[in-house]
């Protein structure tokens, strides 16, 4: 009876144990069915606001430890979207994109916002206007730069050409720099190259440029472009940027 009675102390520690582990389960419920909601109506919101295909998949993470906490707070400390189809003109590829700070009354602004832009190597065609200005044979991507190949003629001669381009990020366009350069496989300077090619010269030699300004909120600045994985990457980015369907409509325009 003593060893009974000793033990009945322990009855409600153990009760309030399991009512504190049932209360933090329900918590972390509460908390996962939250970030799904808000989750979800990102997704769809994003679908709408920026130029995603139809039918593109959109994932949508939303980071910091409570998602409650972070209602609570009004801000959201950290959202992440990747979709694997958007447009920008006549280019369409991949996007990755991470917004800090983004709070929930939407006429404030986020920290940051930045977009990773993946345009892969078959999408370059659709540039090829953009490149040179010179017809194409093939399009290609090789080490870090985008190799163009064609033929010249000179004098009736067709002459092998392949152009290696650099690419870059001017004054809110992609530019696209010959880099390197080679006639029937011999590598040549561009001085060179001019006295082989004459005035055809001049449409290889020159540095081009593609603007996607009038594709992208005006907010946006387009901070780089190199070459990843086989992959054009495009990096935009914007500070202190308001998020509301007004904002993103707003978009930016071209040199005239």
């Known amino acids: 009876m003593r060893t009974a009675q000793r033990g009945r102390p322990l009855l409600p520690a153990v009760i309030g144990g399991v009512v504190l582990l049932l ?15 808000v989750r ?13 295909e139809r039918g593109s998949d959109v994932a949508v993470e939303i980071g910091g430890f409570s998602m409650l906490a972070q209602l609570a707070a009004g801000r959201l400390e950290r959202i992440e979207v990747t979709a694997d189809a958007v447009d920008f003109g006549q280019v369409s590829g991949a996007a990755e994109a991470v917004a800090t700070g983004v709070p929930l009354d939407r006429s404030q602004p986020a920290d940051s916002l930045t977009i990773d832009f993946y345009l892969p ?9 953009n490149l040179s200005g010179i017809p194409l044979d093939t399009i290609s991507i090789d080490g870090d730069e985008i190799l163009l190949e064609t033929e010249v003629r000179v004098f009736g001669i067709p002459i092998p050409v392949s152009i290696g381009i650099a690419p870059g990020a001017a004054d809110g366009q992609l530019t696209f720099d010959p880099n390197s350069l080679s006639v029937s496989q011999a590598t040549v300077t561009a001085e060179q190259l001019r ?3 004459g005035p055809v010269a001049g449409a290889v030699l020159q540095t081009r440029s593609f603007c996607i300004a009038e594709f992208l909120p005006e907010a946006f600045t387009l901070k780089s472009a190199d070459i990843r994985r086989n992959e054009l990457v495009v990096r935009l980015a914007a500070d202190r940027v308001i998020l509301s369907d007004e904002a993103l409509q707003q978009v930016g325009a071209c040199p005239a």
Request: proline share 2%.
């Open 23 to 37: 209360i933090a389960v329900l918590l972390v419920i509460a908390d996962n069915t939250v970030r799904t909601v």
């Open 40 to 52: 979800d109506a990102i997704a769809s919101e994003l679908g709408t606001a920026l130029p995603i």
């Open 121 to 129: 190597e078959g999408e370059l065609v659709n540039l090829a206007d």
């Open 195 to 197: 006295g082989v090619l």
